[in-house]
């Protein structure tokens, strides 16, 4: 979906560098989610955020911080960088006021050497 | 949190073979959703099952929620190449609106 943009969407870095990812969305949704994916254990929510002014943990938020500068965009960071944390990133929005349908974002390849 | 097994983790088929896939809970479970990944792709909303022994249907795909409401299944009849990539099964329960995702199925259809 266009509608939903994240940049960059590869990125190669070096253990202890911080990284910023950035997603932004025009389908006007208040929800919005990052999730990683490794191969074989599906996706998992990193962090979440209903409105503007509210941000939860999701099921594996350590190492990684979010802001919600605006409705419309979400970034996470990672503030120290470690190879473990290679992989895929999405981003998701979802309209709310129910069980969430989410519109996923293309992705980032995150490598950490 | 919440346990959600997804079954198989890959299956191999011929073009024009059924297919199957199995989401099972330990808990009771609100609703169910089922995702498609395309290869290099990302994650696209198919159908969202809320009803006790709820039938939808989508051309080929045929998805059904359990009757206790604790396991779903995607079930694809004669399959094409189109239908290559992995399947989530992504569930919610209790009073939570958030999805959690399966580990997935991935298909692989050989022409």
């Known amino acids: 979906d266009a509608d939903v943009t994240q940049t960059p969407r590869n990125r190669i870095t070096k253990t202890g560098k911080r990284i910023m990812l950035e997603c932004s969305q025009t389908?006007?949704?208040?929800?919005m989610y990052w999730y990683r994916q490794d191969p074989g254990l599906g996706l998992q929510l990193i962090y979440y955020s209903f409105d503007v002014k509210d941000i939860n943990k999701g099921e594996i938020s350590d190492g990684y911080s979010v802001s919600r500068q605006a409705q419309a965009k979400f970034s996470l960071s990672l503030e120290s960088a470690i190879p473990n944390q290679t992989a895929l990133y999405f981003c998701a929005t979802a309209l709310g006021g129910g069980p969430d349908t989410q519109y996923f974002g293309p992705g980032t390849r995150l490598t950490v050497l | 949190g919440q346990q959600v097994m997804q079954i198989p983790q890959y299956q191999h088929v011929q073009e024009g073979e059924d297919f199957t896939t199995y989401c099972n809970s330990s808990t009771t479970l609100s609703n169910i959703q089922w995702y498609k990944q395309r290869p290099g792709g990302h994650p696209v909303f198919l159908i969202q099952l809320v009803k006790s022994g709820e039938v939808k249907k989508q051309k080929r795909l045929t998805f059904q929620f359990g009757e206790a409401k604790k396991n779903s299944s995607l079930h694809i009849t004669a399959t094409q190449t189109t239908d290559v990539g992995t399947y989530f099964c992504?569930?919610?329960?209790?009073?939570?609106?958030?999805?959690?995702f399966g580990r997935g199925t991935s298909l692989i259809v050989h022409p």
């Open positions: 389908k006007g949704h208040d929800r």
């Open positions: 992504a569930p919610t329960s209790g009073g939570s609106y958030i999805p959690t």
